[in-house]
């Protein structure tokens, strides 16, 4: 009897490895992983490199076409389907700027603005008491909102928050520097460089600030303990 007691334990805990496993490896695909890190940089990459070759309306039809590529790649390979055209959307809306202006360095000019509003709005949330970083993840993984019971737990949101805020903010600062000094190439840099890099430091920020508010949580019964 103890040894199928036995058996059967393992064959349970082999299960519960196997669904992290699982787990685990659908939310490194839905982060784009390696290969969505490299994605997101090409196109800025491709940019910079045709705009020096070759002139700015050769980058923008470069970059787009670089973009439409990857988008029908990822695509065959059955990826989600927001990714897939959210960057081929972003890269035409760039694109699309840089040719009405006629200067390359518009390219960025979204791009700068919207880390500025990033910045804006992590900071604003911490003060409304609603840190963005505890929002979004306890909604992404289910969880609501009985976090915001154990003050603690709202301060390790709130220090994620400004985390991913004070990127935003380092990004706009930046890239604002290099767009008014006309530098398009060291702003395709910037843009790589302090982009996924960048977010996966704060995601870890985070992932901590996950771990330690689940681990109040459940020792005051708040969330239960097979919550993860």
């Known amino acids: 009897m103890n040894t199928t007691i036995t ?48 002139g700015l309306k050769f980058a923008i039809i470069a970059s787009v076409a670089l973009a439409l590529g990857i988008t029908v790649e990822r695509l065959a390979r059955k990826e989600s389907l927001a990714p897939a055209f959210g960057g081929l959307f972003g ?34 949330s911490v003060f409304a008491r609603w840190p963005l970083a505890g ?22 949101y709130d220090i994620a928050t400004l985390v991913l805020a004070a990127i935003f903010a380092a990004r706009f600062a930046v890239q604002q520097y290099l767009y008014q000094a006309d530098e398009v190439g060291s702003l395709g840099v910037a843009k790589i460089l302090m982009g996924y890099p960048l977010l996966g430091i704060g995601l870890l920020v985070v992932a901590w600030a996950a771990r330690a508010s689940d681990k109040r949580l459940k020792t005051a019964g708040l969330l239960p303990a097979g919550r993860r």
């Open 7 to 54: 058996e059967e334990s393992a064959t349970d805990m082999q299960a519960n490895r196997t669904t992290g496993h699982r787990q685990k490896k659908s939310a490194l695909e839905q982060a784009g992983g390696t290969k969505g890190m490299v994605y997101s940089a090409m196109p800025a990459l491709t940019f910079v490199v045709a705009n020096n070759a070759r």
């Open 135 to 156: 929002l979004i993840w306890n909604s992404a993984t289910g969880k609501g909102h009985v976090w915001r019971a154990d003050k603690y737990s709202r301060l390790y």
């Open 91 to 124: 890269v035409a809306i760039a694109a699309g700027v840089a040719w009405w202006t006629g200067s390359a360095k518009d390219y960025f000019v979204i791009g700068i603005w919207a880390s500025l509003a990033g910045a804006i709005a992590f900071t604003a």
